[in-house]
């Protein structure tokens, strides 16, 4: 009994550790496709963009950073050193998963390949994969006095992927920044300026938002869309229809 449970368990790892490998080849052979971050030109589609399974409209997408693939080669899963701490915002939770638990939890002896691989199945359901890569960024940043903060800028280029072929088909480069000013619409008291934390949520909340939208236009004008609104939605989340 003890022998078959020994090779019960031996075969459920190596077919845990076999998918695993699968997953990290596919990544990198993802990340060896990215066109040269150095040496990026404007591409669009043509014909537009036409979505890899019916019963959807537009390009919704998944977000990763340039940087994320890079960690992933022909050896494997390769950390980053030092890895970005926090991790850029344009990294959806799929891949901060995946990267998390590519890695054995501290005290654990493996990996834990069964979240990870159910990470990786969220990014198959995906049509699109928009892959960042910035020139010049910054995270806004609040006074210590909470009356005036530093805008958050993002300067640099979005790669768009074809989630079925895993294949770039367009990139283009676009920014985003924070409105000069952060108001507020409290009951009773119009245009007053946020305090504290409620200023820095406001803040940050005003930054992503400027971010996604130019991501979403930019998305569109890879795919021959440029100004058709809501073409393009940043869905980290993403449900197949009918799944």
């Known amino acids: 009994m ?6 019960e368990y031996a075969a459920s790892q190596a077919s845990k550790n076999a998918k695993a490998d699968a997953l990290f080849k596919s990544l990198s052979d993802l990340r060896q496709q990215l066109p ?17 399974s019916p019963g959807f409209s537009g390009a919704p997408y998944m977000a990763v950073d340039y940087g994320w693939l890079q960690q992933f080669t022909d050896r494997g899963f ?21 990267e998390a638990e590519a890695v054995p939890a501290e005290g654990m002896p493996e990996p834990d390949y069964e979240a990870m691989l159910m ?47 895993r294949k770039p088909i367009g990139q283009t480069e676009f920014t985003a920044a924070s409105s000069p000013e952060i108001r507020s619409f409290q009951i009773g008291v119009r245009h007053q300026m946020l305090l504290g934390d409620d200023a820095k949520a406001a803040m940050e909340k005003d930054f992503t938002d400027h971010f996604w939208q130019a ?9 021959g869309q440029e100004g058709k609104a809501d073409f393009a939605s940043h869905e980290p989340n993403f449900v197949r229809p009918g799944s």
């Not at 040269?36 to 890899?52: I, S, Y």
């Not at 991501?215 to 795919?223: G, H, L, N, Q, Y």
């Open 78 to 98: 390769v950390p980053a050193k030092p890895a970005p701490n926090p991790p850029p915002w344009y990294r959806d939770p799929d891949f901060r998963n995946i």
């Open 119 to 165: 990470n990786a199945d969220d990014v198959k359901a995906v049509p699109y994969i928009a892959v960042f890569l910035p020139l010049e960024e910054g995270w806004p940043v609040l006074s210590k006095d909470g009356q005036s903060f530093q805008g958050g800028l993002f300067r640099g280029w979005v790669i768009l992927v074809d989630g079925k072929t």
């Open 36 to 52: 040269d971050g150095g040496n990026l030109r404007e591409q669009r589609v043509t014909p537009a963009c036409v979505p890899g």
């Open 2 to 7: 003890k022998k078959r449970a020994d090779d």
């Open 215 to 223: 991501a979403d236009t930019a998305v569109a004008r890879i795919c």
